[in-house]
């Protein structure tokens, strides 16, 4: 095999690593790390990041290669994210790079967080490392992996996806709100999938008044659950909510009315009350985005009822959709957004297929603008 394709190969790996990271690192980038003998080949020590305040991937695949007696002196390091140059909860992998006698970095993207940044490369070369890219598909691949941390270090705000699931004929539900269950159970256990990988899961008053959902990750294995929020602007959420059920993630609730005696049995429920701004007479999804960015959330799993999901897409802050479709026809119904009627088709919201893929007997659509 030559040089380039076992660098490939071995970046290849450390991506599959990073995936175990998915609904651990938050709000850290998932990241992996494989650590290869001199002789190119041989795997010496494997890591991905753990739980905010934990090691970073690098960390744990030097302690890994410490754990198997080998030596790490003039190894290749390959690293799905330019390691980190700073002083964070952690110390600087780049330092424990230098310290373990790293010949070489391969590193697939940089970081985009502006305390890193291209100083990482920087600081590995400056120690005599020869710090090098790999191939570009990997780059976008280590980048898609962490949309969310690019999304909130770059954009300065969350990466917005809103999952929905419907019928053939576009119906979230019959027209008196019946809607379980319209997909499959592979389906469903696909969308708490998605729920675990997200800082936070948001929806709307109007579905805690009809489904009382708990929004937390229940199908699938986890290590954190996602905080849960709530687009409330007249605090209508009754304080025996199933969401404020002992045990789970905490609870925001945006609001108008942060002052009233609703508000003080909810705080007393465990809610924490963030007052919004109003924008004809709806809460400022803007303001919404600022307090989730500022805590440190990357991916937003929206679960909103119509008239929120149209708001959301109206204000053009979706980045996502995540439609699960299911075959079959439902006549009358609920749609899957309240949207305002177009002048015409040209100025119709459009979006491409960004993946397709087949869940049980229902399909998942990936749509992005
Ligand atoms: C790496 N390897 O596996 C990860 C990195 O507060 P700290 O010390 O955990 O630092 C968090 C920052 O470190 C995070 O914002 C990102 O820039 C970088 N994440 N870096 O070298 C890793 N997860
Ligand atoms: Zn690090």
């Known amino acids: ?27 850290n980038p998932r990241v992996g790390c494989v650590l290869v003998a001199p002789d190119g080949r041989q795997v010496i020590g494997e890591g991905f990041t753990q739980q905010a305040g934990g090691p970073h991937a690098e960390v744990m695949a030097l302690r890994d290669a410490q754990t198997r007696a080998q030596s790490t002196r003039g190894a290749t390091a390959y690293v799905t994210l330019e390691p980190c140059a700073h002083h964070g909860r952690t110390p600087p992998c780049c330092d424990a790079l230098v310290a373990a006698g790293v010949a070489r970095v391969v590193a697939a993207v940089g970081d985009p967080n502006p305390l890193v940044n291209g100083q990482g490369m920087a600081r590995l070369a400056a120690a005599g490392i020869r710090a090098e890219w790999g191939p570009a598909e990997l780059a976008e691949q280590a980048r898609e992996l962490n949309i969310g941390f690019f999304s909130r270090m770059q954009r300065g705000r969350p990466w917005v996806r809103m999952k929905m699931a419907s019928s053939l004929d576009g119906r979230t539900a019959l027209a008196d709100g019946r809607s379980q269950w319209i997909t499959g159970a592979a389906a469903r256990a696909d969308g708490h999938a998605w729920r675990a990988r997200a800082g936070v899961v948001l929806c709307g008053v109007g579905t805690v008044l009809a489904d009382d959902p708990r929004l937390d990750v229940r199908e699938v294995a986890i290590a954190r659950q996602p905080l849960r929020a709530i687009v409330d602007t007249r605090l209508q959420t009754p304080p025996q909510a199933r969401l404020f059920a002992a045990g789970g993630s905490p609870v925001r609730l945006y609001t108008a009315s942060a002052d009233s005696a609703a508000a003080q049995a909810l705080r007393e429920r465990g809610a924490t009350l963030v007052p919004c701004p109003l924008v004809d007479g709806r809460i400022d999804l803007a303001a919404v985005l600022a307090d989730l960015h500022a805590l440190a959330c990357n991916e937003l799993h929206l679960e909103c009822g119509p008239t929120l999901a149209g708001a959301w897409l109206q204000g053009g802050w979706v980045d996502e959709l995540l439609l699960y479709q299911a075959p079959v026809l439902l006549g009358p119904g609920r749609p899957l957004a309240q949207l305002a009627a177009l002048p015409g088709l040209d100025t119709a919201m459009r979006w491409r297929f960004h993946e397709l893929t087949r869940v049980g007997d229902d399909l998942r659509l990936r749509l992005r603008r």
């Open 1 to 27: 095999m030559h040089a380039a394709d076992l660098d490939a190969l071995h970046l290849g790996q450390a991506l599959a690593l990073a995936r175990h990271a998915i609904g651990l690192s938050e709000p």
